[in-house]
């Protein structure tokens, strides 16, 4: 299974001393959750978060649940604004979340089809209807976008 590395992940706890310090060697794995999800801890100040936290799936304003959500809707070719209707998020919220997913294409990728089951084709689907529908997209997103789409199609 590809997972998250622990020396990449970073203390989101605001009140530890390492807070977001990238490889002060706090992070350790510590169990599983009952999603069976790997669970680290941050040694420093003792908070266990599961390994989507401080990834492209932890955000402020939304559940790990409801990103998901999110990307199964754009794999139906659900726009911002009908996924702003269906989830009564704001659409600014929405474009946020799409944007950031694309910024971490590679890692979205992996994570749709192995944690939720997602399959390549439809994840490629995905990003070409992302790409189509996000104008705003920059260049750079959208090479990153091209390189997850064109590398799958060599599996
Ligand atoms: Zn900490």
């Not at 997972?3 to 310090?21: E, M, V």
């Not at 754009?74 to 659409?91: P, S, T, Y």
């Not at 995905?126 to 789409?149: A, P, Y």
Request: proline content about 2%.
């Amino acid at each position: 299974m590809i997972g998250p590395n622990s020396k990449d992940l970073i203390c989101l706890n605001p009140d530890c001393r390492d807070y977001r310090k990238r490889n002060a060697g706090n992070i350790i794995k510590k169990g599983f959750n009952t999603k069976g999800n790997q669970m680290f801890k941050c040694k420093t100040c003792g908070v266990r978060f599961p390994e989507t936290k401080g990834t492209v799936f932890y955000n402020r304003h939304l559940t790990e649940e409801q990103i998901i959500m999110i990307c199964k809707l754009l794999v139906e070719k659900n726009g911002v604004r009908a996924i702003e209707r269906i989830m009564e998020i704001h659409r600014d919220t929405v474009s946020d979340v799409i944007e950031d997913l694309a910024r971490h294409a590679r890692e979205v990728t992996d994570y749709l089809i192995t944690n939720v089951g997602l399959t390549q084709i439809q994840v490629d689907e995905m990003w070409s209807f992302v790409k189509k529908n996000k104008r705003k997209l920059s260049k750079e997103m959208r090479d990153l976008i091209d390189m997850v789409i064109a590398g799958s199609t060599q599996l």
